[in-house]
């Protein structure tokens, strides 16, 4: 049985004191939450404000992005150990905004992965089409390049602390979130890739999160699908209201 995961990515939002509040009130509203395993991903300055508040309570702490270097002269950088130390245990590597923006690539997300695994940090890997591949009907090529290179290379063992998440481009930020039955065909691809690449039984226990748009009104409908295991939640995790919410519609 693979236990359900909802994250939330706070990207670049919530000052200090702004994440104080919402992990206060997180705490309080599914911090004693145990059917589901719930992360919130603050950006770095936030982070050792949020996991003295977290602490004690089911909630874990991830953060967005890390680098594979263990120390030395990265100027702007932050490594797995670094993470380590300030308290996470997940950290998201691979989002299309870094691929988008910062160049990231299946090799550098490949070799962040691979550090944090080493670290003994859990890697939520992002994987996704952007909208005119899609429409290109190449969506599963890209999504089995991303797979195959982003994971190249990890072990069967490491593969099953690491979580893969789904998210088609045109459906971040956009209101416009993948149906049930495009995420399922696309989750069931992934869990077949990684039959391939390991076996039935570790592909029946790696966790796939959805992620795009999704909402306390779509979140019942995205976790009934069989490959559906969490969610990678933007927008909706800056409010506790709507995180409580998916956390608790995510219960299967
Ligand atoms: P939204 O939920 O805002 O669409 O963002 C999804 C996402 O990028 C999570 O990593």
């Known amino acids: 049985m693979r236990k359900v995961i909802i994250a939330g990515n706070w ?12 992990a206060g009130s997180l705490k309080k509203s599914v911090g004693n939450v145990s059917e589901v395993e719930v992360v919130v991903c603050p950006p770095y300055t936030a982070l050792a404000a949020v996991k003295d508040i977290v602490q004690g309570s089911n909630i874990r702490l991830g953060a967005q992005d890390c680098y594979w270097e263990k120390e030395g002269a990265f100027t702007g ?78 072990s069967r063992d490491d593969m099953l602390k690491t979580v893969i998440a789904y998210e088609p481009v045109w459906a971040i930020g956009t209101g416009v979130n993948a149906t ?10 992934i869990r077949g890739l990684l039959e391939k690449m390991y076996d039935r039984a570790a592909a029946d226990s790696v966790r796939i999160q959805y992620g795009g748009s999704v909402k306390p009104d779509n979140i019942k409908e995205l976790i009934s699908e069989k490959d559906v ?13 709507s995180f409580e919410q998916i956390v608790r519609g995510s219960i299967k």
């Open 11 to 22: 990207k670049m939002n919530k000052t200090i004191a702004d994440a104080e509040v919402l």
């Open 77 to 154: 950088e932050v490594s797995t150990a670094m993470l380590k130390d300030a308290g996470c245990e997940y950290v998201i590597v691979g989002h299309s905004e870094r691929r988008q923006f910062f160049h990231e690539t299946n090799e550098t997300v490949n070799k962040k992965a691979k550090a944090l695994l080493k670290d003994g940090l859990k890697p939520i890997v992002c994987v996704g089409e952007k909208l005119d591949e899609r429409k290109a009907g190449k969506t599963f090529d890209v999504v089995r390049d991303h797979v195959e290179n982003s994971l190249a290379g990890i």
């Open 180 to 189: 049930k039955e495009q995420a399922e065909e696309v989750h069931k691809f």
């Open 229 to 241: 295991d969490g969610a990678l939640v933007g927008g909706a995790s800056l409010k506790a209201d």
